[in-house]
């Protein structure tokens, strides 16, 4: 199994999450709606779950964007380069996400650890679950840029 397929694998279960996720986001805000206007009443719980959903669906999004390349880029410099500067262009761009990346896994496990003993006010869920989103992600997106970069090694176009 190719380091590609395990990234395409892994892209499919976060975008099926990403849909469950934003399915029961939508259901959970639409429920607070109703509770709140119509029967007077709030859940306590709902603005709070719907945040973290939202955190989750975020950062889970943003390595399902990355995979399908569909993050914001500077086109017209790079069409002006020659080929050989178009293909290390792509190299460092790579070079550089996984930096960011290790940096995500790095002080996201940090932070989740910070937060260890903290626990959400409605839901009493501990923070640590929900932080460690970041980590996670940053791992995923590793996994996506390692395989974006090992294939920009083993072409000979220039498309990044």
Same mark, same amino acid.
């Given at each position: 199994?190719? !380091? +590609?397929?395990?990234?395409?694998?892994?892209?499919? #279960?976060? @975008?099926?999450?990403?849909?469950? &996720?934003?399915?029961?986001?939508?259901? #959970?805000?639409?429920?607070?709606?109703?509770?709140?206007? &119509?029967?007077?009443?709030?859940? +306590?719980?709902? @603005? @709070? *779950?719907?945040? +973290?959903? !939202?955190?989750?669906?975020?950062?889970?999004?943003?390595?399902?964007?990355?995979?399908?390349?569909?993050?914001?880029? #500077?086109?017209?410099?790079? @069409?002006? !380069?020659?080929? %050989?500067?178009?293909? *290390?262009?792509?190299?460092?761009?790579?070079?550089?996400?996984?930096?960011?990346?290790?940096?995500?896994?790095?002080?996201?496990?940090?932070?989740?650890?910070?937060?260890?003993?903290?626990?959400? %006010?409605?839901?009493?869920? %501990?923070?640590?679950?929900? &932080?460690?989103?970041?980590? #996670?992600?940053?791992?995923?997106?590793?996994?996506?840029?390692?395989? +974006?970069?090992?294939?920009?090694?083993?072409?000979?176009?220039?498309?990044?």
């Amino acid at each position: 199994m190719t !380091l +590609f397929s395990i990234s395409d694998r892994i892209n499919r #279960v976060v @975008e099926y999450l990403l849909f469950g &996720m934003g399915f029961a986001m939508t259901m #959970v805000v639409a429920v607070q709606v109703f509770f709140r206007y &119509m029967l007077n009443h709030s859940l +306590f719980w709902s @603005e @709070e *779950l719907a945040r +973290f959903l !939202l955190v989750w669906l975020t950062f889970l999004g943003a390595s399902s964007a990355y995979y399908r390349k569909a993050n914001p880029g #500077v086109d017209f410099l790079y @069409e002006k !380069l020659s080929r %050989p500067l178009k293909k *290390l262009s792509c190299i460092l761009t790579h070079i550089a996400s996984m930096a960011l990346f290790f940096v995500m896994i790095f002080y996201g496990c940090r932070f989740a650890w910070f937060v260890r003993m903290q626990i959400s %006010p409605a839901m009493q869920v %501990p923070k640590w679950i929900i &932080m460690s989103v970041i980590p #996670v992600s940053g791992v995923i997106l590793m996994i996506h840029g390692a395989g +974006f970069f090992y294939a920009e090694l083993k072409k000979d176009s220039h498309d990044c």
